[in-house]
Structure formats: C-alpha cells, structure tokens
C-alpha cells in the first residue's frame, strides 16, 4: 500500500457505498476503486510530494471511486451526488469542532492571520494551487484562487464534478 496515500477515504466510502447499494456491489466498487487509484498514483509518480496531502489524500481517492462506480454501472449524476454527500459528511466532523472553538471568548479575531498562515502554506503554489490576495491582515482575509488541482486534476480525468459545480 502507498505511504502517501490516507486509507480512510476508500475505506469510509466503502462503508457509506455498502449502505447504499449492498455488501457485493460495494466490494466490487471498492476493489475496482483501489485498482484506478493505483494507476492514477502511477500516472502522476513524479508530483511534488507537497502535494501529496490533497491528491493521494482526497484527490486520487475520490477519482477512483467515481470511476469504479460509473465501472459498475451507477450514473454519472449518481456517483457525483453520492460522492458530494460523502465528502461533505466527511468534512461535518471539522466543522463541528472549529464552530466549538469559535466560541471561546476572543478567538475569532485570530481566525484571520491564523488560516492567512495555514491556507498559505497547505494552499500554496508548491501545493499546486495559485491564488491572488487580495487582503490579509488581522480583521480579514480575502483571495481569489486562480488555479485549484482538485478542480483541474477532476477535469483532466473526467469528472470535475466530483468537488466542485461550474458554480463555484
């Protein structure tokens, strides 16, 4: 198994998959999805290993999965929807527990230098991402990125539906 990549979004998809449409099928899903992450890891061997914590991490898994469940015959807007709730049910965990520390009396005046820093360095060009800042001090902070690797990664293998609507 890779080191760069995390299990627990294969295995967590396997368990919403096999609520959602059986034991069997899900099993078929997830080897399938295991066997596409392979190659796509394969395919992008020599990325920068800072990208690592968004394409083997979230990326390359959620890729896999859609392809595995197209493979075995679930639609399109099926897989993309399916895929969506999963990640944002995923990511409800985060959420709840920063709303927890917001409520410390004065923390939110941090926020922004704080996720300034972080989003420059987990979000940065070395990350495959740009952005363009438009302000970050310690009232604010705003940018607007102007190349993302999930969406241009999805796009590349055909399905950029998976993280992000032509909306955002």
């Given amino acids: 198994m890779d080191k760069g990549m995390d299990k627990s979004y294969l295995d967590g998809a396997g368990k919403a998959l096999e609520k ?5 099928k899900a099993a078929s899903i997830l080897n399938d999805a295991w066997m596409r992450y392979s190659e ?9 290993k800072k990208m690592y914590m968004h394409t083997r991490k979230r990326i390359y898994p959620a890729i896999a999965a859609f392809d595995a469940m197209i493979k075995n015959g679930i639609s399109c807007g099926e897989t993309a929807d399916f895929l ?10 985060v959420g709840r527990k920063i709303r927890g520390v917001m409520k410390i009396p004065g923390i939110y ?6 996720f300034a820093k972080m989003t420059a360095s987990s979000f940065g ?3 495959g991402f740009r952005s363009n ?3 970050a001090d310690s009232r604010e902070m705003r940018f ?4 993302c690797p999930y969406q241009d990664t999805c796009v ?6 998976v993280f992000c609507s032509e909306a955002e």
């Fill in 109 to 114: 005046k941090l926020v922004p230098k704080f």
């Fill in 84 to 93: 969506n709730r999963f990640y944002e049910n995923r990511a409800a965990g």
């Fill in 125 to 127: 060009e070395d990350c």
């Fill in 20 to 24: 959602e449409y059986g034991q069997e």
């Fill in 144 to 147: 607007d990125m102007l190349v």
């Fill in 133 to 135: 800042w438009i302000r």
């Fill in 40 to 48: 796509i890891v394969h395919e992008n061997a020599d990325e920068p």
């Fill in 156 to 161: 590349k293998y055909g399905c950029p539906e």
